[in-house]
């Protein structure tokens, strides 16, 4: 996108963010494989689906080449570098499964649904720092993603309303701190809980309101510097830090 092109700084979190126009497009030669099976009810379906992705150039986050901040500098005011930009470190592949469910609950109410969708992933990039020739996950790739829920109409009131819950797996980010030096975070993510509102007035208008995060999910992250292949294998880091946040709920009105 226009962000990751832009050569300015997009501060997200903790990170100053570069774009970098000499990004290359990242194309993909993708393969799906599925089957549906209908439970017996109306609109009860079954899914399994494996997929495969073999991809070129792939894009991510990496930590910024000296002389890449060196050049920003010349263009700023202020002195402040960016910590990682966006660029192409290699090609990769990435594959998985993905099971899903969805079916109408009839004998709790007419129009009540409940569904759920489970993936997992799986992926290989060969990390372009030659200090570490390793192959390993997409930078921030969760192992699994899973979503349940349900929505309910009440046809006589025009009104809706449903939940769901949504959970990420584990995930790592690598990012290059230098050319001798590779930062591994492992990043854990507790799940979303949504829960949603809808009133339809007058066949023409739509009132929504929505709740997200009412668990005040947490984000747990461990961060490990490694100077060399060994201490990567042997997990030995030179330094560690721990981080823990967490987010407030969120009330949208549409």
């Known amino acids: 996108n226009f962000d990751q092109l832009n050569p300015t700084l997009i ?7 570069l ?9 993909a030669l993708g393969f799906d494989a599925g089957v549906d099976f209908e439970l017996g009810g109306q609109d009860a379906i079954m899914g399994f689906n494996a997929f495969y992705r073999d ?7 990496d930590g910024v080449p000296d002389g890449v901040n060196e050049i920003f500098q010349e263009f700023v005011d202020e002195d402040i570098e960016a910590s990682v930009w966006v660029n192409n470190p290699n090609d990769g592949r990435i594959w998985g499964v993905e099971l899903d469910l969805s079916t109408p609950l009839s004998f709790i109410s007419p129009n009540f649904h409940v569904f759920a969708n489970y ?7 060969r990390d372009a720092n030659v200090n570490f020739p390793v192959d390993r996950p997409f930078s921030l790739q969760p192992d699994y993603i899973y979503n349940v829920g349900f929505d309910h109409l009440i046809e006589g009131i025009k009104f809706t309303w449903g939940a769901s ?3 990420l797996g584990p995930a790592q980010e690598w990012v290059n701190v230098s050319a001798e030096a590779k930062e591994v975070t492992d990043v854990e993510y507790d799940g979303n809980l949504e829960l949603f509102f809808e009133k339809t007035i007058a066949d023409k208008y739509v009132v929504r309101l929505a709740a997200q995060n009412l668990l005040d999910a947490e984000k747990d992250e461990t961060q490990r510097v490694y100077e060399s ?23 949208i009105l549409t």
């Open 11 to 17: 501060i997200d979190d903790e990170e100053s963010i």
């Open 19 to 27: 774009g970098n126009p000499g990004l290359d497009q990242e194309p």
């Open 55 to 61: 991809i070129s150039d792939k894009i991510e986050l």
């Open 119 to 125: 993936t997992w992933i799986d992926s290989e990039i």
């Open 165 to 167: 819950y949504q959970k």
């Open 229 to 251: 292949v060994d201490q990567l294998n042997a997990r030995t880091p030179v330094t560690t830090v721990h981080q823990l946040e967490e987010s407030d709920p969120v009330y």
